[in-house]
């Protein structure tokens, strides 16, 4: 089967770096995605990792420890956008991805 | 357009009605997938399609729903005898393949609400 964990919200002041963590359980791994969803609206892709490692884009970046399961979204200086929820989404075969509940970041001035 | 498009963006309807909901996919995505999203929750895998392949139906969560892609484009989401429980945003995404990286394009959903 399949398992995913990341905490369901966190809270950051503006300016700030703030890590989203994800840990997951599947069978046959490709990678990880990272999505971004504002509230009433549809989730954009930010982020895909297939090899381990960090993936940098402008101020965000997303980490992959296939060996631990474990993957993480970091992003720096934060901006009062970038209150959304987050989704991590491993890719697993030929099949969907899988969402989680997801995590809730409020960026506070 | 160039995203996904979803019809109608907002769904109001009684308990017992049937519904349909349109999903019309990025031109030249092979892969189209169904979600569903309850207020504050993340997203429900209900069904996807890759290409002339059989449906993978497994998160429909009973025989009412069911889905079909019509010359591996457009999509249509139905919902039977529908139920207060079935009120939540349903969204639709596509991609070139789903054995790829290639991201999944959402659209941007339709509120169903049942009253």
């Known amino acids: 089967g399949q398992s995913l964990e990341q905490p369901s919200e966190v809270t950051a002041v503006e300016g700030a770096i703030v890590q989203i963590n994800c840990t997951y359980q599947?069978?046959?791994?490709?990678?990880l995605s990272w999505y971004q969803q504002h509230d009433g609206g549809a989730p954009t892709f930010l982020s895909y990792?297939?090899?381990?490692g960090l993936e940098e884009t402008g101020r965000f970046s997303s980490f992959l420890s296939r060996s631990d399961s474990y993957g993480y979204l970091l992003l720096q200086e934060l901006q009062m956008k970038d209150s959304a929820s987050y989704f991590c989404?491993?890719?697993?075969?030929?099949?969907?991805?899988?969402f989680g509940k997801g995590t809730r970041l409020s960026v506070i001035a | 357009g160039a995203g996904v498009s979803q019809s109608p963006s907002n769904k109001v309807t009684e308990k017992g009605k049937d519904v349909e909901l349109r999903c019309d996919p990025i031109?030249?995505?092979?892969?189209l997938y169904w979600y569903r999203q309850s207020l504050g929750q993340g997203l429900e895998f209900l069904i996807y399609?890759?290409?002339?392949?059989?449906?993978?139906k497994s998160g429909l969560p009973s025989d009412r729903f069911s889905a079909e892609r019509t010359g591996g484009s457009v999509s249509t989401l139905t919902i039977q005898r529908t139920q207060q429980e079935d009120s939540a945003v349903y969204l639709c995404?596509?991609?070139?393949?789903?054995?790829?990286?290639?991201?999944?394009?959402f659209g941007d959903g339709t509120r169903l609400s049942i009253l």
């Open positions: 995404a596509s991609s070139g393949t789903a054995a790829s990286a290639q991201p999944q394009h």
């Open positions: 599947t069978s046959g791994f490709y990678g």
């Open positions: 990792n297939a090899l381990d």
């Open positions: 989404a491993p890719r697993s075969g030929n099949t969907p991805l899988v």
């Open positions: 031109s030249g995505h092979t892969a």
């Open positions: 399609f890759q290409g002339n392949s059989a449906p993978d």
